[in-house]
């Protein structure tokens, strides 16, 4: 039983629509036809109570959205709100109906319903003109929209979300396509009467370049693969990768014993012209990345964690939920203090099943997670301050942070700290059960609590997740989270575990792994060299507290004009820093010895220009992990499939 059931209705003004039992749905129709505009609109009825008197009553708008962890409903991009009050059977609209927004709470307004109303009529537009993560602005182009219906739409206050019936429906433009969890109805673009719960949590991905595959189609429920691209060639996806999303289905099924939800689409939007990002829901996953994702190997390897680890949400944070995040509502503030293990166990499960399933071969996630663990090993000083649990606690006011400094600063770290974090555990129930379990073990019973089941919310507790793991093994369980938690070493303790129990061990070499090859055309990432990253142009996107370049007098911001006296480019810096390389008698390539050249920078800072040189010795350095002769392979055992 779902959560939200079991907490009681709030207590409402007289007269609204939660006054007594709702006795007809909400109705709520959106029109896509101006997507290419950037505009949509939305009809929305309410019924309500007839009163001989005019009542008090008051509308929200969704504030607080599952999946992420914050106040990020996009108010500001309402426009065009309008009520009418309707009398009778008729429905017909009425007299205009005045809204009053409260003081304090910018989401709520306040209304007085007239005497004999039956139906508020409400007319919104939404303006998907704004990039900012999370939010349906700047998701949609010339030939595609998505949709979230919590942008366009409003309900009574104080009610529970999953008391309140909506029948929704869509119109979109000619020869458009559309794909949806959301079950149809009479008509093609009309669908069933679900909870506000179910809606919010069923986007609509819709576009003239539209394609809809069937994945593992021997697996019940059925899965699909919708595709939304630019222009057509963005979603003429290759056999094989359709082939790795259908073992993707198969492994999730064998990890996590269970199914949750009646069906489920990936809704794929492959664009330039929106913001990219991956949100979960509960049977299905909204995943925006760039227009030729699919189509270019290198960037197809960028996301190949992406639908994994929101399809994982559907167990790990749909399902299963932290207490704090299992809200009755779309008001009521949110609690991110276990989001450690909702999106820190999703990123690594995420990763496990991107290299299970083929999107991923072993080596590409070894390169991926050495440079996760070299980051948290020598670039992330912010940990001596903030510890781990504060980045969940905080995750609210941290996902917009990030930028200049962010390696002091912390931004929502129990992602990739979290990767960490899972692989410690998994590797320890390992070691300590001589391989005999493992956390996929922890998973079946965790994610995979009561069976198959149609969509509901479970939720945990910390002391739960505990007594999942001493289930599987004896341990003290609080104690290892909690000590990794609260940790505030300038090393993440996870490092040791990886060093130690998974048959490899993290060292740096000269040559650019996996990763670093990709990320060579967005500039050089000299952070473990000097301590600084730099973009193709010569600015400085970071510098690490307390490293090589910041005691030089470097900062972000500042522009590089030149590298020993020659205009910068990254292979010159790059250059630079291997040709300053003393060998093991400190000798410089070159040069006699104890002769070792410093690097010379020119660079700008805000008109200004200043030398700066860095007595740097060291050479280049790119994270690696180095397989430790003597110690069970538990890392590659991890990611062995359970499938054929």
């Known amino acids: 039983m779902s959560l939200f059931r079991l907490i009681p209705l709030a207590a409402l003004c007289a007269a609204t629509v939660a006054a007594g039992a709702q006795t007809a749905p909400i109705t709520l129709s959106v029109d896509l036809t101006d997507a290419p505009r950037k505009i949509l609109h939305a009809t929305e009825t309410i019924p309500v109570q007839s009163a001989p008197q005019p009542v008090n009553m008051t509308l929200v708008y969704p504030e607080w959205i599952p999946g992420e962890h914050g106040p990020t409903g996009p108010i500001v991009n309402q426009a065009g709100f309008v009520i009418t009050a309707s009398r009778g059977a008729s429905g017909e609209p009425g007299e205009r109906v005045k809204w009053e927004r ?145 073992k993707l289905v198969r492994e999730t099924g064998a990890l996590y014993k269970s199914r949750h939800y009646n069906s489920y689409h990936f809704l794929v939007t492959l664009s330039d012209q929106v913001a990219h990002f991956g949100l979960e829901h509960h049977q299905s996953s909204d995943d925006r990345v760039p227009e030729k994702t699919f189509i270019d190997e290198g960037s197809f390897a960028e996301a190949g964690d992406l639908l994994p680890h929101e399809f994982t949400h559907s167990w790990n944070g749909k399902y299963r939920r932290p207490a704090g995040l299992a809200t009755p509502n779309y008001q009521e503030p949110m609690k991110g203090n276990l989001l450690w293990v909702y999106e820190g166990l999703t990123n690594y499960l995420g990763d496990v099943l991107a290299a299970r399933s083929g999107l991923w071969s072993p080596s590409v996630f070894r390169d991926r997670l050495a440079t996760i663990a070299a980051e948290y090993n020598d670039a992330r000083p912010g940990r001596t301050w903030r510890d781990l649990q504060d980045t969940a606690t905080a995750a609210q006011i941290l996902y917009n942070a990030g930028g200049p400094y962010d390696n002091w600063r912390r931004d929502v770290d129990y992602y990739d700290e979290g990767d960490l974090l899972w692989l410690e555990v998994d590797e320890t129930i390992r070691e300590k059960t001589h391989g005999t379990k493992s956390l996929n073990d922890f998973l079946a019973a965790f994610e995979g609590f009561g069976g198959n089941t149609p969509p509901k919310v479970v939720p945990y507790s910390f002391e739960d997740v505990v007594a999942g793991l001493n289930a599987v093994v004896p341990n003290d369980w609080a104690t290892f989270l909690r000590t990794r938690l609260d940790s505030n070493e300038l090393q993440a303790p996870e490092i040791a575990g990886i060093n130690t129990l ?57 522009q590089i004009i030149a590298v020993n006296g020659r205009a910068f480019t990254p292979g010159l810096l790059g250059a630079a820093i291997r040709d300053a390389k003393g060998d093991a008698k400190g000798d410089a390539k070159g040069d006699a010895k104890g002769s070792l050249p410093a690097i010379d920078l020119i660079v700008e800072n805000t008109g200004y220009f200043k030398l700066i040189s860095i007595d740097y010795h060291g050479g280049e350095k790119y994270p690696q992990l180095e397989r430790v002769d003597g110690v069970p392979d538990r890392l590659d055992n991890i990611l062995q499939p359970l499938t054929k």
């Open 102 to 246: 409260d003081l304090v709470d910018m989401y709520s307004f306040h209304i007085t319903v007239p005497a004999a109303t039956t139906q508020l009529n409400i007319k919104m537009d939404f303006l998907a003109t704004s990039s900012a993560q999370f939010t349906a602005g700047g998701s949609t182009s010339a030939n595609l929209a998505l949709l979230s219906w919590n942008t366009l739409l409003v309900y009574p206050a104080g009610v529970n979300a999953a008391d309140v019936m909506v029948t929704p429906s869509i119109s979109i433009p000619a020869g458009w396509k559309f794909g949806t969890a959301l079950e149809a109805a009479a008509t093609p673009t009309s669908f069933q009467t679900v909870s506000l719960e179910q809606l919010i949590d069923s986007p609509v991905l819709a576009g003239r370049w539209f394609r809809e595959i069937d994945l593992a189609p021997e697996v019940t429920p059925k899965h699909y693969l919708d595709l939304a691209g630019d222009g057509p060639d963005d979603i003429a996806l290759s056999q094989e990768h359709i082939d790795q999303f259908s």
């Open 502 to 558: 998974s048959g490899y061990k993290l060292t740096y070499t000269d040559k650019p792994n996996y990763w670093s090859q990709l990320e060579e055309g967005d500039g050089l990432d000299a952070r473990y060299s000097l301590g600084l990253t730099v973009n193709t142009i010569g600015a400085i996107g970071d510098v690490i507290i307390g490293g090589i370049g910041y005691k030089a007098g470097l900062a972000p911001g500042f």
